[in-house]
């Protein structure tokens, strides 16, 4: 079956910067696009960033570009979010998500989803 693991997530103070993983197994992971979305307590899941499947092309959402990388490697089944000048409105919840062939930026239209792993960024 298809399984999607987040890794990465921690306490950082603002400022700071983490990256997150997110291996992916039971699919052809080439032919997935990946997103990263977040939810934070009380509110909606909100889209961060999302890449194609090919040459990788990247997403973003306005609050984060600038500031937060999607990369991949195919040859590892993983998709990477590198966060940097971390704010503490990005504390949430991060979830990646696969989305077979064509990428889109909202979250009905993926296909699996990880488990989350936590962000937490202090002031």
């Known amino acids: 079956q298809v399984q999607l693991v987040e890794s990465g997530g921690g306490l950082v103070q603002a400022g700071g910067s983490l990256r997150l993983s997110c291996e992916a197994s039971?699919?052809?992971?080439?032919?997935?696009?990946m997103g990263w979305f977040r939810q934070a307590p009380g509110k909606e899941r909100e889209f961060v960033a999302a890449?194609?499947?090919?040459?990788?092309?990247?997403y973003y959402a306005d609050s984060v570009k600038g500031r937060f990388t999607i990369s991949r490697d195919n040859a590892k089944k993983t998709v990477y979010l590198s966060m940097n000048s971390l704010k503490p409105e990005d504390t949430a919840v991060y979830y990646c998500?696969?989305?077979?062939?064509?990428?889109?930026?909202?979250?009905?239209?993926?296909?699996?989803w990880g488990q989350g792993t936590q962000v937490t960024v202090s002031s």
């Open positions: 998500a696969a989305r077979y062939l064509i990428v889109r930026t909202t979250d009905l239209e993926y296909n699996y």
């Open positions: 890449i194609t499947r090919g040459v990788g092309s990247g």
């Open positions: 039971g699919l052809t992971f080439s032919n997935y696009a």
